[in-house]
């Protein structure tokens, strides 16, 4: 690409430089981020359009976000009843000159197919969630997602010029759910900040005689698993008082319908259970390098960001078997996949890497060297392929 070469990012109901962890922001907001930063070093202006009242400044050099006021309340759910609206706002507001327009989860997709149509620029598109992949892994007092999500999304990956998929598990997701031409579709893994998520010193796998100091992170919500991490730490301390456990639980609660303050007292687990708000980079990765597994009892992830950067910090993961976390964790070589989210096989995996402390030891170094091959120049770099697929398409 050329030097002079534009890309409008659309990143509507949450803004990319939001804290994550908080409210709706998550990986998703550390991916539009990092990615920006990448492709500024590739020679790229990003813009970043979302939604806000901050209006426009250049956050870095080369990169530029638009908060456009579309009126309160900005919730996903009030966007996507506006969705026309907004759009037409938006293409009232877009006044910069982009060679092609990325698009972020559905919302934005969807404005961002009207963006595209009126500019005469390509679109990619990011899913980074999908309705019928929730829906097929959602828990029985879950309601399915939107008829309304459902469709755009199908419009979406049939009109989009090329779609970004984290990893070949969401690839084939978007085959088998959404009917979308394998042609068209990108395997673009994400990255990690090596500078910031890595070990401090060397790889040992860490712990204490007798004690094990567990960590889950991201944004607090049935489908992440915190009830699941909480039953399990209950049926584990019945079963083995001799394991001293120490568990962080880092991050806000997204929705009403999990109050992890009234299940941890409960269950009895106030005294080795703490709750604690989001943290910034730099002291989340404290807190993986602290901790002897950090554990990621997901329904399903389209790839699992934050198993990355435990790995990378030299911290084993335990994760579900499900998704993209079958690709970003290595069963038996950087951590531990559960078929499943039964507490007691949860509870079997802690036991398993307290007892065992050389295999712990051992996944610590394989999760180190893991992931040092996820860089965000990396990904920029695919990212930057997908662009000149869509630009020559269009």
């Keep these: ?42 020679d790229w202006t990003v813009h970043i359009t979302t939604i806000g009242t901050l209006g426009r400044r250049e956050v870095e050099p080369g990169i530029v976000v638009d908060h456009v006021d579309v009126g309160p ?6 966007l996507a009843a506006a969705l026309p609206t907004v759009t037409e706002r938006l293409l009232a507001h877009a006044t910069d000159e982009v060679d092609l327009l990325h698009a972020h989860y559905w919302l934005s997709g969807v404005v961002g197919l009207g963006l595209a149509a009126a500019r005469r620029v390509p679109l990619v598109h990011t899913m980074h969630t999908m309705a019928l992949v929730k829906n097929a892994h959602r828990g029985p007092a879950q309601p399915p997602e939107p008829e309304q999500r459902v469709r755009a999304e199908r419009r979406i990956a049939a009109e989009a010029d090329r779609l970004l998929a984290n990893g070949s598990s969401e690839a084939a997701d978007l085959a088998h759910h959404y009917g979308a031409d394998p042609d068209r579709v990108d395997v673009v893994a994400p990255g990690v900040d090596l500078t910031v998520f890595r070990p401090d010193g060397p790889v040992d796998g860490g ?37 001293a456990l120490d568990v962080r639980v880092i991050g806000a609660a997204s929705g009403a319908d999990l109050d992890l303050p009234a299940l941890v007292a409960s269950l009895g687990l106030g005294d080795v259970v703490r709750l604690e708000p989001p943290m910034p980079p730099r002291r989340l990765a404290a807190a993986f390098r602290a901790a002897d597994v950090v554990v990621m009892p997901s329904a399903h992830e389209s790839f699992g960001l934050v198993a990355l950067e435990a790995q990378a910090c030299g911290t084993p993961v335990i994760a ?33 890497l307290h007892d065992d402390p050389a295999e712990r030891a051992a996944l610590a170094t394989g999760a180190a060297v893991h992931a040092r091959a996820f860089t965000w120049d990396s990904t920029a770099a695919l990212t930057e392929d997908a662009y000149r697929r869509a630009l020559s398409r269009g």
């Design 1 to 42: 690409m050329t030097a002079s070469a534009r890309v409008g990012m659309v990143c509507l109901h949450t803004c990319p430089f939001e804290q994550p962890g908080a409210g709706d922001a998550g990986g998703m907001n550390v991916y539009v981020r990092q990615l920006a930063r990448a492709l500024v070093r590739r």
């Design 320 to 352: 579900t078997d499900a998704g993209g976390l079958a690709e970003a964790v290595r069963d038996g070589e950087t951590g531990i996949l559960v078929p499943g989210r039964e507490p007691a096989d949860w509870a079997d995996a802690l036991a398993r």
């Design 207 to 243: 712990g204490r005689p007798g004690g094990l100091r567990v960590v889950l992170a991201g944004r607090m919500q049935r489908h992440k698993g915190p009830q699941v991490l909480l039953h399990a730490v209950a049926r584990l301390r019945a079963e083995r008082p001799d394991i």
């Design 73 to 78: 309340p900005r919730t996903k759910e009030a």
